[in-house]
Structure formats: structure tokens, C-alpha cells
């Protein structure tokens, strides 16, 4: 994963982890195993704590001060440090969900990463994975104009039919999307 920070670790649960924290929930067999991947200061699984209580929740992160802040976040979470390109069955199991909010980005091979965590899955398991939308307006304003920050520390940003053939190419198949802007 890059070395490039620029999360806030003192980010509060936001709108989109609340949005992606729902839709694990909704997919999450009763009891099973969550894996965060590229967890952060653990916004997503905090809420997933508060949804599902009876989910067991792993998080991973190669940033020891992220796992610290999930840690705290949930109490219940497994951390795990690892670099998210290279994480195996004996690190997480084999989760029933992994989620992946805003990671899939920084990740110079997005393709392998999402072709691994997919093996990694358990038998009926599902994979939600949020990114930033080309389209939202800050990037899409911030690109327009080349400002700097625009893509910082990113390799990819997708629109919504590109990364819904992007995914279509590493072999699987989108059940569902949702937004969490008002688009142009």
C-alpha cells in the first residue's frame, strides 16, 4: 500500500462509511466473519459494531496507528497488520464479507488485489468495495482545474461504468451500488 497519508485520523463516522457500514450489514450471514481491508482509524467498522453486534470484525491495515484508532472504535475488533496487497487466508480466515473503503484506489494493481481478497472469501462470501467517483463534484472540480490534491496518492479513479467494467474483467459480477452525492 502507499506510503502516502492523507486520512485524518480523527475523522468521525461520515455519511459513505455509514453507507458502506449498511451495506455489509445487509449482506453479512448472522454471526459471520467481516474483514476491513485498508481498515483506517476504523470509521466503517464502527458502525458495523453498531448495526451488527453479532458480526466477528477484522481490521486490517499496514499503519499501526489506524489499528490502534479501530481498536479503540470498536473494542471488539482482531487487528491485523499487514499490507493489504499481500493478505492470506492465515492472516483473516476466510470471511464471509470483506469490505474495502477507499483502499482499492492507492493500489497500483487494483485487478490482483480484488482477484485475492476474492479467493480469500468464504464459500457464499461478498466483497463491497467503495471508491471515489470521478464524477463527484469536488473531483471532478479539483481535476478540471489540475489542482494538485486532486488525486493525491491515488492510481485510479473510476466512473460508475468503468469500475462496473472493471470489475466485469476480474470476474465478478455487481449485485448493487449506491451514491453518496448529489450527482451533476
Known sequence: MSNVRHLDYDEPVLGYH???AAQVAAV???GGRVADLGCGPGQVLAELRRLRP??????????PQCLRLAEARTATAEPVR????????????????????HSLEHLPDPVGALGQWSRLLSAEGRL???????????MLARSL??????????YYIWDRATFDTFCRLTGM???ARSVDYVPL
Open 82 to 101: 499487514a499490507d493489504i496487497t499481500q493478505v492470506t487466508d492465515d492472516l483473516i480466515g476466510r470471511p464471509d464479507v470483506i469490505v474495502s473503503c
Open 145 to 154: 482545474f489540475r489542482r494538485p490534491k486532486a488525486n493525491e496518492g491515488h
Open 173 to 175: 459480477a455487481v449485485e
Open 18 to 20: 455509514r453507507i458502506v
Open 128 to 138: 463491497v468495495v467503495a471508491v471515489p467517483n470521478a464524477h463527484q463534484p469536488l
Open 28 to 30: 453479512a450471514p448472522v
Open 54 to 63: 453479532d458480526l466477528k470484525l477484522v481490521a486490517v491495515d499496514d499503519d
